[in-house]
């Protein structure tokens, strides 16, 4: 397993092996693969219908903990599907942490070998978007893991992006301009403050974090930036997507200048942070964010 934080706790399929004979012995024969892993947890395939999921570090399992509490009360009210946990893991002498096993979701990543037709893709992900901003807050509130910078004070994160986007010059200042990047940012800490409802944020609509079946939108998964806040940071991932979802995302939902100018200051932060931390160990996440940087730039 590559190591992308310094406090990364050991995984391997012994371990999760070890789990499952200690926790959920009726699976523990079952076949295990790998299944990919990002930037906050590892997964395997367990069998033909289950996913095994682990945080790589501490602070990490706390989204897992929120997405075992909420998915089962927000499934019910989302049309799309979204992971279903089965087991909720407890830490062993083995892992020291929380685990997760779900049923697993066919599909394959949004991508341009997946996707049939993009503009109704974009409408799908802004469908999506307008179901789960609407769904009532149940009690819940911008506190504790479900607070999380993006939804909150862009001025609060003033200082780190500032930071983020000094090594980005550094580092790929030669392909691309970070003037107008840093431009934009600096211009959209003027923009008055959003003034409407909190609502439910997934967080992270980006391209891997959604499943295609048949061409078309099928499954959101990562639920574990789930949080409360305004919905300006919502809609920066589309950055991600082909001009004509983003487009098609931005007629659906009817946005207005101000909010497409802050969800573009929000998707400029999270990708110039994302170069220099992953810049030595993740360099797929690396181009990711160089992308979403040069299709900004390139609007």
Not at 112 to 128: C, I, K
Not at 183 to 208: C, F, M, N
Not at 234 to 240: G, I, Q, S, T
């Amino acid at each position: 397993m590559v190591t992308l934080h310094q406090d990364e706790v050991p995984i391997d399929e012994t371990i999760v092996r070890s789990l499952l004979a200690e926790q959920c012995p009726q699976w523990a024969g079952l076949p295990l693969s790998p299944a990919g892993a990002g930037t906050d947890n590892v997964m395997y395939r367990l069998g033909e219908e289950l996913l095994v999921r682990l945080p790589r570090t501490a602070e990490k399992a706390g989204p897992l903990r929120k997405e075992q509490q909420w998915l089962p009360r927000l499934a019910p009210l989302l049309a799309c599907v979204v992971p279903e946990p089965r087991h909720a893991g407890t830490p062993t002498s083995a892992y020291p942490l929380p685990w997760s096993v779900y049923r697993w979701i066919d599909g394959t990543e949004a991508g341009p070998d997946t996707v049939a037709d993009w503009s109704s893709f974009g409408s799908d992900l802004a469908a999506v978007v307008r179901e789960l901003h609407g769904i009532d807050l149940m009690g819940a509130t911008r506190t504790g893991d479900l607070g999380g910078y993006r939804g909150g004070s862009m001025r609060a994160c003033d200082e780190w992006v500032g930071s983020a986007l000094a090594d980005c010059r550094a580092l790929v200042g030669g392909e691309l301009d970070v003037e107008p990047l840093q431009r934009w940012w600096r211009a959209a800490l003027t923009l008055p403050e959003p003034s409407g409802p909190q609502v439910w944020l997934h967080s992270d609509l980006k391209p891997t974090n959604l499943l295609v079946r048949a061409g078309r939108l099928h499954a959101v998964i990562d639920f574990g930036g789930l949080s409360i806040g305004f919905p300006d940071a919502e809609h920066a991932p589309v950055w991600d997507l082909p001009a004509p979802a983003r487009h098609a995302y931005w007629d659906a939902l009817a946005l207005d200048e101000l909010t497409w100018a802050r969800a573009r200051a929000w998707a400029i932060a999270v990708a110039a942070s994302g170069i220099p931390y992953y810049w030595h160990t993740f360099p797929a996440f690396v181009a990711e964010c160089r992308n979403r940087l040069a299709a900004i730039l390139n609007h």
